[in-house]
């Protein structure tokens, strides 16, 4: 039988791994700028930019997940990645 706190324990849960990770590709997005900055490259790659976001957006067709909220969320990372990098 489900119950109303079994289910917001697993989405609990669930929330705690997807900050773990963001965590860890924040932590890579800083080493990354760390080499481009020891490299003289800018920050910003619109052209990388675009390929994580379209490779996000292709893996909803299996999800079923809404293209647009999983491209305004890959953004939002980026953005605060980029933010992080500097």
């Known amino acids: 039988m489900l119950t109303l706190n079994h289910e917001r324990k697993k989405i609990d849960s669930i ?3 997807i900050l773990s990770l963001l965590s860890k590709r924040i932590s890579i997005g800083k080493k990354i700028g ?6 003289g490259l800018r920050i910003t790659d619109r052209e990388r930019e675009r390929d994580v976001i379209d ?3 292709r893996m909803t067709r299996d999800t079923g997940l809404d293209e ?4 305004n969320l890959f953004k939002d990372i980026i953005k605060y990645t980029k933010s992080k990098q500097k």
Request: charged letters at 55%; proline letters at 0%; aromatic letters at 6%.
């Open 34 to 39: 760390a080499i481009k900055k020891s490299k």
């Open 68 to 71: 647009k909220f999983v491209e």
């Open 55 to 57: 490779h996000a957006k």
């Open 15 to 17: 929330d705690k791994r």
